[in-house]
């Protein structure tokens, strides 16, 4: 039967959140920015910078702002920033301002935040091909204004999440993933009422998942991870900071 090495890496996925102390290679740094660069983008835009973190101290700060070790502690981290001032620089005085209105709406920053996504998404992958674990970090946006000050971000770039790359020091368990017919529809949205017992079913899955899994176990299900998890609204800070970055106004 024929094999897929891409499908394999993406399939095998799961995230890392222990790393050796071995830095990436150059060659290695490369590779993956090569490989996030060819992902899809809106219109040809680019709508992205991704930003290498090499200085400890940077990291140590960063990893303050998330809480979260492995921000410092891995082979690479890198910051993938939606970015809109690159356009926004382009052209003459009488061009900038004229594209003003149209960067600061939420079509925009859409774009800016899908762009940076499939490019990390591509570099994930392309990290995983080369036999290293990553981990993506929301957690930076625990203090968005924070990272905004430290990495020097201009007008109209945000901050939207890390990617910590490394040589895995664990082998963790692979965390299910909802039944496939709850996150595929056909021709429109299917009601709710047939894909909750599909959820059910899962939830009993992951249940025993967490009680079989060899490190960190514990009693729980998906249900209750999304109702707790939304029952305490967090990073409110985060809209007042589009604003201020003159992104998703309109």
């Not at 140590?60 to 890198?78: I, R, T």
């Not at 690159?86 to 900038?96: A, C, D, F, I, P």
């Not at 290293?132 to 201009?154: A, H, K, M, T, W």
Request: aromatic content about 8%; charged content about 25%; hydrophobic content about 35%.
């Amino acid at each position: 039967m024929m094999t897929y090495k891409a499908i394999e890496t993406i399939l095998n996925h799961r995230s890392i959140r222990k790393f050796k102390n071995q830095k990436l290679t150059v060659e290695q740094v490369e590779t993956i920015i090569e490989a996030a660069q060819y992902a899809s983008t809106s219109s040809y835009v680019m709508a992205y910078t991704i930003i290498g973190i090499t200085d400890e101290k940077l990291k140590e700060e960063l990893a303050a702002v998330s809480g979260q070790p492995y921000v410092k502690d891995n082979g690479h981290l890198f910051v993938f920033c939606g970015d809109l001032h690159r356009s926004e620089q382009l052209g003459t005085s009488e061009q900038q301002n004229a594209m003003q209105e149209s960067l600061e709406t939420s079509e925009q920053f859409i774009v800016a935040t899908v762009d940076a996504a499939l490019a990390a998404q591509n570099a994930a992958t392309a990290a995983e091909d080369l036999g290293l674990g990553i981990c993506f970090l929301g957690s930076l946006r625990n203090d968005i204004n924070r990272v905004n000050e430290l990495l020097q971000l201009p007008d109209k770039v945000i901050p939207l999440f890390g990617l910590a790359v490394g040589y895995p020091d664990h082998q963790p368990e692979q965390k299910p993933r909802l039944p496939l017919e709850v996150v595929y529809h056909q021709n429109f949205y299917q009601p709710f009422e047939k894909q909750l017992p599909l959820i059910q079913e899962f939830d009993e899955n992951l249940k025993s998942y967490y009680a079989k899994r060899t490190s960190n176990k514990r009693v729980d299900t998906w249900t209750a991870q999304i109702t707790r998890k939304f029952s305490n609204p967090i990073r409110l800070d985060v809209t007042p900071f589009l604003k201020m970055k003159n992104m998703n106004k309109k």
